[in-house]
């Protein structure tokens, strides 16, 4: 069975704080994809990024950056200079093929508060 | 409007009583999925449809839980006789073309806030 794991449940930085969460996954596919989603305090799902098993390159999107290392299944995600506005639920996700349907594991999330 | 849509955002009621839940994918989506987000369960697979028939159903609870999509387009998830342990916030997203095309970014809408007195 696939498995996300975000060992951080919680995580409290100040502003302008850099900031890394983790993600560690399990799978059997070969090919697969890993997402990572941001939950606001308002509560809907918003989806930052989506990489392929192939993909191994970091990836940079203004103050986000992510790290896919396969060699030790994990996903990372680092925001630099944090903002108030980054206090979220951050989810990462993998997915699972199942013949014709392709769902999300989720991780059980980390807790991102930003303070002044 | 361009985003999933979700109705009711909140639905109180009685336990026992059947509820129904809508969620309108993004224009053009082929795929949609039904997911529960509880405290404790995290988020958690429900039923995912292509079109209007669906492949995989294996995250239902059980037999209280069903659902439908007519037309490839709106979708509506039952809960007969609900269970307390039913309340939970009911996410319905949306994505491009399955088929070769895996994988596409799944578009959430803001859920369904259901809770069980």
């Known amino acids: 069975a696939q498995k996300v794991t975000q060992a951080q449940t919680e995580i409290s930085v100040v502003e302008k704080e850099d900031v890394t969460l983790d993600c560690v996954y399990e799978t059997r596919d070969t090919t697969y994809y890993l997402f990572w989603y941001k939950q606001p305090p308002s509560g809907e799902l918003v989806f930052l990024i989506r990489?392929?098993?192939?993909?191994?390159q970091n990836e940079i999107s203004g103050r986000y950056s992510w790290n896919f290392q396969k060699s030790t299944s994990s996903f990372n995600f680092t925001i630099t200079a944090s903002q108030v506005v980054d206090s979220a639920v951050y989810f990462c996700a993998l997915s699972e093929h199942t013949g014709t349907a392709s769902k999300l594991t989720f991780g059980t999330g980390t807790r991102l508060q930003v303070t002044l | 409007g361009a985003g999933v849509s979700q109705s009711p955002s909140n639905k109180v009621t009685e336990k026992g009583k059947d509820v129904e839940l809508r969620c309108d994918p993004i224009?053009?989506?082929?795929?949609l999925y039904w997911y529960r987000q509880s405290l404790g369960q995290g988020l958690e697979f429900l039923i995912y449809?292509?079109?209007?028939?669906?492949?995989?159903k294996s995250g239902l609870p059980s037999d209280r839980f069903s659902a439908e999509r007519t037309g490839g387009s709106v979708s509506t998830l039952t809960i007969q006789r609900t269970q307390q342990e039913d309340s939970a916030v009911y996410l319905c997203?949306?994505?491009?073309?399955?088929?070769?095309?895996?994988?596409?970014?799944?578009?959430f809408g803001d859920g369904t806030r259901l809770s069980i007195l």
């Open positions: 449809f292509q079109g209007n028939s669906a492949p995989d």
């Open positions: 990489r392929n098993s192939f993909d191994e």
């Open positions: 997203a949306s994505s491009a073309r399955q088929g070769n095309s895996l994988d596409q970014p799944q578009h």
């Open positions: 224009s053009g989506h082929t795929a």
